[in-house]
C-alpha cells in the first residue's frame, strides 16, 4: 500500500518520513510490507489511509493537474483528509487528529461487541424501521440502493436474519472491528471532542462537505462540531457527492486504496466522470 509511490516520488517518500516522525511509529513499513493483519486495526488503518490519500493527492497537485479544484470531500475517515488539501490544518496536525480518532474508535471497538451489515437493493423506510425494530442505526448512505447498518453484534445478526426470512435478497454481513458511526462509538466521541478543543482550525480554502449533513461547512467550530459529531453519526455520503455536483463539480477523482468511492459515483450518476488513483502507473495512465 503506496510503496509505489515512495519508491518512485521523492515527494512520496518525504511524506511517508515525515508521517513516521509525526507518529512515533514505522507506518510506512506496515504499509510497504504488510502483512495485511497489522494494517487491519483502526488505530493502525486510518492513519494509512490519511496518508496514501493526502500523498495522492500531493503528487497530482505537484504535476499540476489540480488547477480548477474547488470541492472536496471525503468518506469517514477520509474527511480529515479532505479537510486538510482544504488548509482547515496541516499535514502534521491532520495525522494528529486521525492517529487520535483511531486510537479512541479502536479503544471502543474493544470495550464492545459490534457488528455491521449492508443491506442491497432495499427501501430505505423499510431498513430504517428495521433498525428501530433491531435497536441498531444506519451508519452509511452510500448511493441509492446501498445501506450500512450498525450496533451490538448480536442486534445486527438477529435484523440479518430477519431481513432475509422476510424477502431482502441481498444482506451481508461484514467482517469489522465494531459498529462503527453507531452509539457503541459515544465515548470514542466523547474523548474525540476534548482532544479537538486543543486543535487550530482554520477556514478552509476549498469547499468541503461534511458526511453529518451532506452540505459544505466553512466555519471552523461548525467543521470541529461535525467532526465530532460524525464518529457516532450517519455518513450521508450519496448526499455528499449530489452537494459537491450542485456546488459545481464536474469529475470526481478518487485518492486512496481501491474504487470503491468512484464505483459509488457511477451507481449514483453513471454520467459523472470519475478517475481512480491508487499506485505510482495510476498517476500516468490517467
Not at 130 to 157: M, Y
Not at 232 to 252: I, K, Q
Not at 269 to 283: H, Y
Amino acid at each position: 500500500m503506496g510503496k509505489s509511490l515512495a519508491d518512485n516520488s521523492a515527494t512520496a517518500a518525504r511524506i511517508y518520513a515525515r508521517a513516521n516522525e509525526v507518529l512515533g511509529w514505522d507506518l510506512a513499513k506496515m504499509c510497504f510490507e504488510g502483512p495485511d493483519e497489522l494494517l487491519v486495526p483502526t488505530r493502525v488503518c486510518q492513519p494509512a489511509l490519511f496518508v496514501h490519500g493526502y500523498t495522492l493527492f500531493s503528487l497530482l497537485k505537484e504535476q499540476g493537474r489540480l488547477g480548477d479544484l474547488s470541492t472536496v470531500l471525503g468518506l469517514s475517515l477520509g474527511e480529515v483528509t479532505a479537510l486538510t488539501v482544504a488548509g482547515v490544518f496541516d499535514f502534521d496536525t491532520g495525522l494528529r487528529v486521525v492517529a487520535e480518532r483511531g486510537r479512541l474508535m479502536q479503544i471502543a471497538c474493544e470495550a464492545t461487541r459490534g457488528g455491521m451489515a449492508s443491506i442491497i437493493g432495499e427501501d430505505l423506510a423499510k431498513i430504517t424501521d428495521l433498525c428501530h425494530e433491531f435497536d441498531i442505526e444506519v451508519a452509511n448512505l452510500n448511493c441509492p440502493g446501498q445501506v450500512v447498518v450498525s450496533g451490538e453484534k448480536t442486534k445486527v445478526d438477529a435484523c440479518v436474519t430477519a431481513a432475509k426470512e422476510r424477502g431482502m435478497k441481498k444482506v451481508i454481513s461484514l467482517n469489522v472491528a465494531g459498529a462503527y458511526h453507531s452509539r457503541l462509538m459515544e465515548p470514542a466521541r466523547a474523548e474525540f471532542a476534548n482532544f479537538l478543543q486543543s486543535v487550530p482550525f482554520s477556514t478552509p480554502r476549498l469547499q468541503v462537505l461534511t458526511n453529518t449533513t451532506g452540505k459544505a461547512v466553512s466555519a471552523p467550530a461548525d467543521i470541529r462540531e461535525a467532526l465530532v459529531k460524525q464518529v457516532v453519526s450517519s455518513v450521508r455520503w450519496e448526499e455528499c457527492m449530489r452537494e459537491a455536483a450542485v456546488l459545481g463539480a464536474t469529475e470526481f477523482w478518487e485518492c486512496g486504496p481501491g474504487a470503491v468511492l468512484a464505483g459509488l459515483a457511477r451507481r449514483i450518476n453513471r454520467d459523472w466522470p470519475t478517475k481512480s488513483f491508487n499506485e505510482f502507473p495510476d498517476l500516468s495512465a490517467a
